[in-house]
T-cell receptor
Framework: AQSVAQPEDQVNVAEGNPLTVKCTYS??????LFWYVQYPNRGLQFLLK??????LVKGSYGFEAEFNKSQTSFHLKKPSALVSDSALYFC???????????FGKGTSLLVTP | DAGVTQSPTHLIKTRGQHVTLRCSPI?????VSWYQQVLGQGPQFIFQ???????GRGNFPDRFSARQFPNYSSELNVNALLLGDSALYLC???????????????FGPGTRLLVL
């Protein structure tokens, strides 16, 4: 079975400060890992993914994520947060042989001016 | 380019009724997946279709069914609606079937279903 844990329901950060949204995963074999963002009353927008290769993945809107196999983590980061980054962030994992994305419960990010 | 489109955007039904939700994938995408997102939770996988065949199914009852048409659009059908079926239903498309590949799924805006 594959699963994702997002340990924080909410992350608060001041505009201009770095942000981190945490994600740990459990999967048999090599994982495919994804981050999506959801704004109110909208669908999910793809941010970035890890398939293989470089452990630091760069994505849309200045976001990046670091894959750590030993800690089974895939934390989302951004060097300088914007108020417009406030949204719901989902981490997802898919096993190599799987069809479905397994999502975490989501982390609400609030960036204050 | 148009993204994934879904219709209707909102829907209100009563218990026991049937509902059909529709999805058009991104042009050129041949795979469609359906997810259910209950308020406060992450999306849960329902189905994946590729080339009109079901390729994966999540842990949902037989009241849920889907199909994919020759133009790769898809319908999700839910029979005998229950209050617990109230959710945002998301459709996602990708170029190919997902197993064994790092394909990205691109999501539509969803259909919000309320069952009274």
């Amino acid at each position: 079975a594959q699963s994702v844990a997002q340990p924080e329901d909410q992350v608060n950060v001041a505009e201009g400060n770095p942000l981190t949204v945490k994600c740990t995963y459990s999967v048999s074999g090599n994982p495919y890992l994804f981050w999506y963002v959801q704004y109110p009353n909208r669908g999910l927008q793809f941010l970035l993914k890890y398939i293989t290769g470089d452990n630091l993945v760069k994505g849309s809107y200045g976001f990046e994520a670091e894959f750590n196999k030993s800690q089974t983590s895939f934390h989302l980061k951004k060097p300088s947060a914007l108020v417009s980054d406030s949204a719901l962030y989902f981490c997802a994992v898919r096993a190599f042989s799987g069809y479905a994305l397994n999502f975490g419960k989501g982390t609400s990010l609030l960036v204050t001016p | 380019d148009a993204g994934v489109t879904q219709s209707p955007t909102h829907l209100i039904k009563t218990r026991g009724q049937h509902v059909t939700l529709r999805c058009s994938p991104i042009s050129g995408h041949k795979s469609v997946s359906w997810y259910q997102q209950v308020l406060g939770q992450g999306p849960q996988f329902i189905f994946q279709y590729y080339e009109k065949e079901e390729r994966g199914r999540g842990n949902f009852p037989d009241r849920f069914s889907a199909r994919q048409f020759p133009n790769y659009s898809s319908e999700l059908n839910v029979n005998a609606l229950l209050l617990g079926d109230s959710a945002l239903y998301l459709c996602a498309s990708s170029l190919q079937v997902l197993a064994g590949g790092g394909e990205t799924q691109y999501f539509g805006p969803g259909t919000r279903l309320l069952v009274l």
